[in-house]
């Protein structure tokens, strides 16, 4: 040992009897945790960091170096204990759908057999839908097949009445024109036997006349 090798080798001296509490701590409270408990790894890196940056400024190599294996066990603690908890959740996301997958194995007859009778419900539904569609297409069907014949009827009623009026009406013009001609013809004969009247009347004028004459002639004669 050199004389530059004594202030750090009191140095060194005085740094492990400052850290006699801290291993009175840990092994009295730390080294009853799990190896894997969060707290004591934290204790762990926390007392490995001291040591190995206290080592370093003390040209303590070994010191330093159990700082750092201590660093490197409680970051391999910490990494297997991650990876354990990693597949812990695995493995119970894998029991979970496990579950959730015989939940569903033993709930699918029970939902194909809702889900059937849904199926048949909703046929009947549209089945008496159609019915009643049906129905209300036949009658309204029927609805407009009778106000046609209705139309059609009155239509002909119409159609009929008018052919009456006009046969009525022709009649009337016939009887009309007949007399007419029946009142022509009366006028006609009525003028005739005017005629004939004034004609018989002249004839006996005439005729009284001839008698008067020869009357006369006749008294004539029979003058002396």
């Given at each position: 040992m050199t004389i530059t090798d004594l202030p750090f080798a009191v140095l060194r001296l005085q740094y492990r009897?400052?850290?006699?509490?801290l291993q009175?701590?840990?092994?009295?409270?730390?080294?009853?945790?799990?190896?894997e408990a969060p707290r004591r790894l934290m204790f762990e890196r926390a007392?490995?960091?001291?040591?190995?940056?206290?080592?370093?400024?003390?040209?303590?190599?070994d010191l330093e170096q159990s700082g750092i294996?201590?660093?490197?066990?409680?970051?391999?603690?910490?990494?297997?204990?991650?990876?354990?908890?990693?597949?812990?959740?695995?493995?119970?996301?894998?029991?979970?759908?496990?579950?959730?997958?015989?939940?569903?194995?033993?709930?699918?007859?029970?939902?194909?057999?809702?889900e059937a009778t849904?199926?048949?419900?909703?046929?009947?539904a549209e089945a008496e839908q159609g019915k009643r569609q049906a129905a209300e297409n036949v009658a309204k069907r029927t609805s407009q097949a009778k106000e046609q014949i209705d139309q059609?009827?009155?239509?002909?009623?119409?159609?009929?009445?008018?052919?009456?009026?006009?046969?009525?009406?022709?009649?009337?013009?016939?009887?009309?024109?007949?007399?007419?001609?029946?009142?022509?013809?009366?006028d006609d004969a009525a003028d005739k036997r005017s005629a004939a009247v004034g004609a018989r009347a002249?004839?006996?004028?005439?005729?009284?006349?001839?008698e008067t004459e020869k009357l006369k002639r006749q008294a004539a004669a029979d003058k002396p």
């Open positions: 009897i400052a850290r006699t509490p009175l701590f840990e092994s009295s409270v730390i080294s009853r945790m799990d190896t007392v490995g960091s001291i040591d190995a940056t206290v080592g370093n400024l003390l040209r303590d190599r294996t201590r660093i490197e066990r409680a970051v391999e603690l910490a990494e297997a204990a991650r990876l354990d908890e990693v597949a812990d959740q695995k493995k119970r996301q894998a029991g979970d759908e496990l579950k959730e997958k015989r939940d569903q194995a033993v709930a699918a007859p029970q939902k194909a057999r809702e849904e199926r048949v419900q909703e046929a009947r059609s009827a009155q239509q002909r009623k119409q159609n009929a009445e008018k052919a009456k009026q006009n046969v009525q009406n022709r009649s009337r013009a016939a009887e009309k024109a007949e007399v007419k001609v029946a009142e022509e013809q009366l002249h004839a006996d004028k005439l005729e009284d006349y001839s």
